[in-house]
């Protein structure tokens, strides 16, 4: 791995090195299981698609969390894949209203469908992936303060110089997004990408990078849960969510 240049690292990660964070990605969400391809978490306003776990804005809701399922679906047409549900790319928005509306309707045709389709194109979703923290470098170098711009970089370099560092810079990106969204903060403290690197101690490229990234995307993770409104009931993600972090630290 080139610490020099993270963007290319990434780009040139082997096809059995992009499989591998596909699989450990889908694993991360939901258990590398076909049903958890369409999925609705207790207590949120919305449903999550594919090994991404890709979110989709019910017609109304406008929350603060990027929307990224149909930027996926436009990903997907881009690169001429074939077989995309009709009923998905004519959807101008998820058509199910709330949770007890999508469950009702898991096992029909819509979902079944869908889940399908996705389930034969995990290697499509992870280029999108990919593609997606490709570009997340840029806007924080853009959204940072400018006395942060520097340790961004660095311990961006230092995470991305081992395969298990760039997957956990890839995973991050899709897990809790860039952080450069102002909606996804609270009391004015974000938790992406751009606030783990600001978060980071000052530690050598390599396995120590990869194990510091891992431990400051808990603390920041921590803090948005005490941040959160109680109402949400946030605490209840801890473990997994630490879970997934540690996975960051381990080697592929």
């Not at 009702?104 to 389709?117: E, T």
């Not at 860039?178 to 009391?187: I, L």
Request: charged share 20%.
């Amino acid at each position: 791995m080139n610490p020099g240049n993270p963007s290319s690292t990434i780009s040139q990660l082997s096809q059995s090195e992009r499989n591998k964070i596909g699989m450990k990605i889908w694993q991360n969400e939901s258990g590398g299981k076909v049903s958890g391809l369409t999925h609705w978490n207790v207590g949120e306003e919305f449903p999550s698609m594919g090994i991404g776990h890709f979110i989709w804005y019910p017609k109304g809701f406008k929350g603060p969390w990027t929307e990224s399922f149909p930027r996926f679906v436009n990903y997907a047409r881009q690169r001429g894949s074939q077989n995309i549900p009709a009923w998905v790319t004519n959807a101008q928005h998820c058509p199910w209203p709330n949770r007890q509306a999508f469950l009702n309707d898991f096992n029909g045709q819509k979902l079944s469908s869908l889940r399908q389709y996705l389930a034969n194109n995990v290697t499509l979703q992870t280029d999108f992936i990919i593609a997606t923290s490709e570009s997340a470098l840029p806007k924080m170098m853009a959204a940072a303060p400018a006395a942060q711009r520097a340790t961004i970089k660095n311990n961006y370099h230092k995470v991305a110089s081992t395969s298990h560092g760039t997957y956990a810079l890839i995973d991050y990106v899709n897990f809790k997004g860039d952080g450069t969204n102002p909606k996804e903060r609270y009391n004015n403290q974000g938790w992406g990408l751009m606030w783990v690197l600001m978060e980071m101690r000052n530690v050598p490229a390599g396995q120590a990078a990869a194990s510091e990234f891992a431990a400051a995307a808990k603390r920041c993770l921590d803090r948005r849960i005490q941040n959160s409104p109680k109402a949400r009931g946030e605490s209840r993600w801890k473990a997994g969510w630490h879970n997934r972090c540690n996975t960051y630290a381990r080697p592929l």
